[in-house]
């Protein structure tokens, strides 16, 4: 069989979910290509090598140039914070390897619409990680919309909540809290959580055309890790917006990282003219599915265990009955990306698609500060 | 409208349970009766008065003999301590009352046919206030069984949970606390919260042919009110039966006061072939119902919200999404009796389908002392 | 005990919820006042009639002024559609009678204005039938906030979903449609459902300086049940918005009847400092309460079951384990009026408190059509 | 670093289930030693082939007694179904391989001892691979009874619930239906799915005393698989016990195939004086504790989202919030084995620790065809 040499940059929370998607999906998926975990990279040489020998790369690499450089990389995945993507993405384009990033995509949709530039220029093969796609539940919900069961949609609810950032003696910068710096991240909770939201949304419903949000930053000043100064927060705490899609249907989105007793809670939910639909992270192996269709006395919420072979992805996994985790949608997006590589179909979201969660990002934040209703601009198609 | 003129006996929370519905069925249904809340009864003057006020009893009185001999009185309705049914219905229905029972019907099976004897001979309307077969889920359940949606049943198991006696310290005997004196109350858990079990049971699944039952005392010994003695406590504290049914499927039952966390969980489940069924009272006014006929890939535990217009009774309480309680089952009780009046049909169940429970109790009892199988004594048939 | 004689107008749905409340009260609440149901009041003879007959009420009447008219009349209360509200409240304070009256408290501010000058001026007990408050574990949730366990309050989210309306033959007008008439109701979710989520909303969590709202009105023409033809429909559907309130938190709100699956889904959500709080509509009986001071390893939400003596309200019901329903939170809320004109203190909310809610109302429907922003006018305190 | 070669028997749900855990462990625990995948074995030369390439294994082997012989093999890991087990494991043993053997232990107890004797005289590390005891919640669980939160014990229920099996359609033995051939499987539900609870049971509350059981074959013949011939069936298809643990509580455990709905809902609650603990495998990543010494008002059921960095093995995964499934206990058991090989503490259960439980599925399955409360027999210390 074809290897796939895999170089990854960046060895956090995120290089490790990857890293045991390239693992474990030949292990349960039929794959044309045989991922190799070549090379690991980072900027700390002990903790790099530490991580390399942990999860079985053949090699490290201290500096992200060297790594695109070498030939024998096939494909170079993105996992280090947002304010590289960019770089590290041309670059890696323009060396002709394959690009998966982590999302969201880019700093804002000017820098996103960069980096599909020169990735398309490249022609080469690329994905953005927005895993929550690939959890079967959702993927339910994409193929139960498509088959039209929930006719004419009404309204589209999603929300984003955690608590881990309301103690105001929380650092920001640094490792593992770069999320709360704003230079390095971009955004606070739009561009980590609610892109997330995002882009199952307009996976599921279709493109967004307008939005009105309101952002608050609960906590205005925070020591930063790396100067040791107390410096103003740059970053949104929380975030809530009206939108309305191109289809007609209303929708509320809210995020925030200061709702106690939630860690790690994206929810959404979709109301249709005949059948609704709802899932949460929390329970993420599970579908509420609502048909009106049913009979009346015997018509309710149905709590579908979504763990049975007819479900998608679950015939690759265990029996019936028996629950798969969140590792597992990162599993199933590589595993999908390399049966594309092999069938020549890009698995989805591609950096162009991608782009479309950076533009309602930006509208969202421009809302924000304006507090107006803001246009979302619209990603054409591919030439 | 002709009325029906009403005699309570006893003004604990039965007697309030009861006098609710005799107050509420007519505003609700449309009646052939118009009930009259001619007089209550207990032995204490002053607390028997007060009740009566509060309620609109028009007269009390403190002998059960002379509101039995009051010729003002049509229906006579027992709702004191276990001890004294017998002995009132008797009279009751000598004296040609109709008589409504608080359940269990008696303090054994013995007491049970000659109290089904005596009511029988006088040929009065009779009926024992197994409220839980008025739930409309249950009704709904009953319904969706008939129906033959379930198809062969596997399996059926109940469980009445609660934890109130756990503490060594409370008492037994007197008033509030009668259900742990077996000389008043005749069994512990078993006729206190099995019964319920046992007479749905009997009512959805048929009759019980053998059971095999495990009983404790938790704690041996407890303060008795009325004597101020610490005495041997008689009653069973938790009891759990296996069992087979007529019709095949086999049961587990179990009760007790001493699962911590649960104030009346009671709960059922039933597995046929085809769908299964389940219901607990903690959240009354919602029924669990899985078909397995549904397409596989959105089958699920269907979470029905008992609140619509088609599901039993609710067409004459409020609108769909807006749930009723506990003590509304005590109304639809009174109300399918009155209709029954009107009618000519006796609401069920009657005295003689009440004894039904007892011979299961007696069963499972004998079974807790003998630790063998027992067989369930059968109800004949009325001739 | 001295007697209060009320004057019910209006026959429908919350015609039956209150008079169900003035029946029950005195059976589970020790109250200063007798309630007397003297008269209830229609357009229809026939109808009212049967009404009054079916609810014991001694007398009836047609117009609605004879009944503010009569001399054995102490309280109005008005349960007819919104477009009345305010003239029968003004002349019945003007006839120094004490008025209850239904929700929403007018069709707009202004007109709400009028009625607090009216019955301030004449110095009248007045209540406006904000029942959920009243729901005991509504109530509970208001202790657990005034005890400060919450913190700073960071979000609040509320949403009531309904689907009743999805088909576009419905009519719009007339008996039970009223609400889809914008010349009766004065607006659509807004005035019904939201007005609910706000009067809770300030309750709990104080007032609301700005919102920002969408609104949109699905079926845009319906056959209009009383003339015949199909008209316009003047109210809206569906609204979200998001909201500030004056202690800093921040809000979102919806409200539809298009989500195919919810029936009353009334929920809200708290999130401070150290506690959260959740509530919904369809298992009212239930509080979800997390708090983030329970040890780690145990802390999660805890699922209470409000039906313990020491919740709010339940030590006048039946026994822990036993829910309470819908109408029952009407009877609370008539249990405390009558409590109040005993001790002198009004029950609320008041005409005055309920204001608020209609301007915050305008706000959200102003902001609808401008698409801005809108700063919410606040009440005064009485002088 | 060390190396541990292992040699796997059985390609099957469990051949798979534990290759995860080799393969996964070191990525996710600090181990003494590096699991080598050696060898897969089995007897379909093509499909071990396969087997061992999409898994990782260096080689395949289609004969165990050639395995157990290999010199590079330190470890036999049994994973064929239950008629195979003594005799490997004993031939394992005697060629001085450490033993892990998939549960049950054996065919019955007596088969059970023998095992035990011959790898207790080889003195090698040994575990049986009942492996739910790490799922973190029931590890949890654990801690907490440990910790004497619960205080007395006074009920335990467990229960397995399957509907696989249903169609009389199905037939038995042969790849994939080996569980329903009673010369292969040894019982029916008894020892695949009871064996779990009673494993969990004895670790969490110790020693059972006494059981009384009813089983219950529903389709009594099946076409077999390999003869081709309509053969009686000789397993269990349903298995309900009561019981008596040695701490002086109650139990009731319940297992089939015929219920409707669920696939694969293992489920127990536990009862305790001060505090009660539920769990289910539906929704593995939750548990449920109830504390009766919080305060009334907010006392209720806490629903544990087991994912946070103080919840047992979680702080190896992912961020709090994130769900981990059902495949993870194997990977927590292996990592536990392979940390007691480092530290000389052997990972629980041994054989002598899982022969209990054998014990007790004899006593249950004699009880059931005798029809009589049978003694369980105890296994002695280790001498």
């Not at 599915?289 to 265990?305: I, K, M, Q, S, T």
Request: aromatic share 10%.
């Amino acid at each position: 069989m074809k290897t796939l040499n895999i170089g990854l940059i960046g060895y956090g929370f995120m290089g490790r979910a990857h890293s045991n998607a390239f693992r474990k999906a030949p292990n349960f998926f039929k794959l044309p290509y045989q991922p190799v975990l070549k090379a690991a990279c980072g900027r700390d040489e002990a903790k790099v090598a530490a991580f390399a020998t942990q999860w079985g790369y053949e090699s490290f690499e201290t500096d992200w140039r060297k790594l695109i450089a070498r030939q024998d990389i096939d494909l170079v995945d993105i996992a280090c914070p947002n304010d590289l993507h960019r770089e590290i993405a041309m670059a890696a384009a323009k060396a002709g390897k394959m690009v998966t990033c982590e999302k969201p995509l880019s700093m804002d949709g000017a820098e996103g619409l960069k980096m599909v530039a020169a990735i398309e220029k490249a022609g080469v093969p690329n994905m953005v990680w927005y895993n929550y796609r690939r959890v079967p539940a959702v993927t339910l919900a994409k193929q139960l919309i498509e088959e039209g069961r929930l006719g004419r949609i009404f309204h589209y609810r999603a929300k984003f909540l955690q608590d881990w950032t309301i103690s105001a003696d929380l650092p920001q910068g640094g490792a593992g809290l770069w999320r709360l710096d704003v230079n390095v991240a971009g955004s606070g909770v739009t561009g980590d959580l609610l892109a997330h939201c995002i882009d199952t949304a307009l996976w599921l419903n279709g493109p967004i055309q307008t939005v009105n949000a309101m952002t608050e930053t609960f906590v205005k000043q925070r020591k930063h890790s790396l100067t040791g100064k107390v410096e103003k927060v740059g970053i949104d705490d929380a975030c809530a917006f009206l939108a309305r899609f191109q289809n007609g249907s209303l929708a509320t989105f809210e995020s925030t990282r200061y709702a106690r007793g939630h860690k790690a809670l994206y929810t959404f939910e979709i109301n249709g003219e005949h059948a609704s639909i709802a899932w949460d992270l929390h329970d993420l192996h599970r579908l509420q599915y609502f048909d009106h269709r049913d009979e009346g006395r015997v018509r309710g919420w149905r709590n579908l265990h979504i763990t049975d072979g007819d479900h998608p992805y679950m015939d690759k996994w265990w029996v019936p009955g028996l629950q798969i985790g969140y590792e597992h949608s990162f599993v199933h997006q590589f595993a999908d990306f390399v049966q594309g590589l092999g069938e020549g179909t890009p698995a989805s979201p591609t950096f162009r698609e991608a782009l479309a969660t950076q533009y309602v990002c930006d509208a969202v934040l421009k809302s924000g500060s304006t507090q107006r209703w803001q246009k979302v601009k619209q990603v054409q198609d591919k030439k």
